[in-house]
């Protein structure tokens, strides 16, 4: 396994780290879907033995993934392997779970959440804390205060490193001065790039303050590895945020498809294959410290892994980015 720094820091992540988002099952947060179907505990302990054995280091959580049900899994199944919690870099995040604070972002409540992922996590420090999203209120009310609150939890030693989740460009150029994370987090693959181009509004901003980008969702939900059929698209249960997203439909589907055609002629057709070529597409990109795609079994696991070996020319990345620009 190969590790990556974390922006101008001296800690490594392995570049393909765990996204721990399905451990939180089906769920719901104000109302909204907010969770992923058929999680079975069993099946997430082998999936992570299987990452740990290959060198993986990094398990990316947040206290919104099953308000809190992930958390706590994680250092469930760490002390079930035998393993110390504290032998890996540990991520969670705060912002989409407000419970009663009128905004998630109001300092009291990060601190509280910080103070309960400690106590889920059955850590003393958290490795990488993010603030979860880029919405801080009606003219940024609660920006000033959450990054102060960040720094200070990092001042007492609750965090070691400062990290920001968001989802558009112009949060990203908005927040990093005030928060100054070292750290940003967002989607990128093969579809979406435009967080990791280095000429990119948010290249250039990690350029300028040596910053690391983490890629959640690298092989977009799936749609990479040609699981779904167009002609009967997917149905997901009540409580999986997947129901109702504009990616599943049949029109979405029948888009992707003759592409995941062309990829499978040039690169291989097995699951190993395509996943191990959408990780190294997006690890390819200098600014990306590591990609943490989802899991829910030990086979997913190893496909994921399978990227480890892959290795991507000029042409071939090429060919990637004018099939699907």
């Known amino acids: ?101 009128q905004n998630a972002y109001e300092p009291a409540h990060i601190r509280h959440q910080c103070e309960q992922s400690l106590i889920n996590l059955k850590r003393d420090y958290i ?21 102060e609150t960040m720094r200070q939890l990092q001042k007492e030693g609750k965090i070691r490193l400062i990290g920001q989740s968001a989802y558009q460009s112009s949060q990203f150029e908005r927040i990093v001065p005030v928060v100054k ?31 690391s980008f983490v890629a959640f969702s690298p092989l977009n939900q799936g749609v990479l590895l040609d699981k779904f059929d167009p002609e009967n698209p997917p149905s997901f249960e009540e409580g999986d945020h997947r129901k109702g997203s504009q990616k599943f439909t049949k029109e979405a589907l029948r888009l992707v498809k003759p592409k995941m055609a062309q990829m499978k002629e040039r690169f291989g057709d097995s699951v190993s294959d395509l996943a191990s070529i959408a990780l190294r597409f997006v690890l390819n990109f200098p600014n990306v ?15 994921n892994l399978s990227a480890q070996h892959r290795v991507l020319s000029d042409e071939d990345m090429n060919f990637i980015s004018d099939l699907f620009s």
């Open 127 to 147: 490795d990488i804390y993010y603030l979860h999203h880029g919405n801080f209120g009606e003219n940024d009310e609660y920006l000033e205060g959450a990054a």
């Open 289 to 303: 410290s590591c990609v943490i795609p989802g899991f829910r079994n030990a086979n997913q696991v190893s496909c």
């Open 1 to 101: 396994m190969n590790y990556r720094k974390l922006g101008n820091t001296e800690i490594e992540v392995s570049e393909i780290s765990l996204g721990c988002w399905t451990m939180g099952g089906l769920n719901f947060v104000d109302g909204k879907a907010n969770g992923w179907r058929d999680v079975d505990e069993d099946d997430i302990e082998a999936a992570i033995k299987t990452a740990i054995n290959e060198g993986v280091n990094h398990f990316d959580n947040a206290d919104v993934y099953g308000n809190g049900d992930a958390e706590r899994m994680l250092a469930r199944l760490l002390r079930r392997i035998g393993r110390k919690s504290v032998d890996f870099i540990i991520a969670t995040k705060a912002g989409h779970f407000k419970g009663t604070a």
């Open 181 to 211: 994370p070292v750290v940003l987090q967002s989607w990128a693959h093969i579809m979406d790039t435009k967080f990791i181009e280095p000429t990119g509004i948010v290249g250039q901003l990690m350029e300028k303050n040596e910053l």
